[in-house]
């Protein structure tokens, strides 16, 4: 029975590893975007969304500091350059996080100048205009 939970251990953490291995920095970001997005679909307030953002955003955080690593050692490193997947993941969601609340925080702000518009389409607004000046910038 122990070598049947240790194999089945063994093989969760190879998954579990393979799983976050292949997660790039884009791929984690959109994985945001969408709980964002589904959220305002399914007719969630702002307030509740980033409610949910900041719980998600603390336990990425608890998760890191478990591991006797300070975060802010990690959060100014570029993504290939945080050595532990774990915390590559858990660093890109913090950071993801804080920009869609700062977001939010103008959507909430800017809300009379789209009042005919639902939040799920002012977010692809914010979304779209993030898009156009990455492209501005890299050109």
């Known amino acids: 029975m122990e070598l049947l939970i240790d194999y089945l ?20 970001n ?9 959220a305002f679909r399914n007719g969630v307030s702002i307030g509740a969304v980033k409610s949910d953002l900041i719980v998600r ?20 490193k570029e993504f290939s350059d945080i050595p532990q997947i774990r915390h590559r993941y858990g660093i890109t969601y913090i950071k993801q996080c804080e920009k869609r609340l700062k977001d939010l925080d103008w959507i909430l702000a800017n809300k009379y100048k789209f009042s005919h518009f639902p939040n799920s389409k002012i977010f692809k607004l914010v979304q779209f205009k993030e898009k156009i000046s990455q492209n501005t910038t890299t050109v």
């Open 9 to 28: 251990n063994n093989l969760f953490y190879q998954i579990f590893i393979h799983i976050f291995a292949s997660m790039d920095k884009s791929r984690i």
């Open 30 to 38: 959109d994985m945001v975007d969408r709980k964002i997005t589904e």
């Open 57 to 76: 955003m603390n336990n990425f955080k608890k998760t890191i500091i478990k591991d006797n690593v300070d975060i802010a050692d990690l959060y100014d």
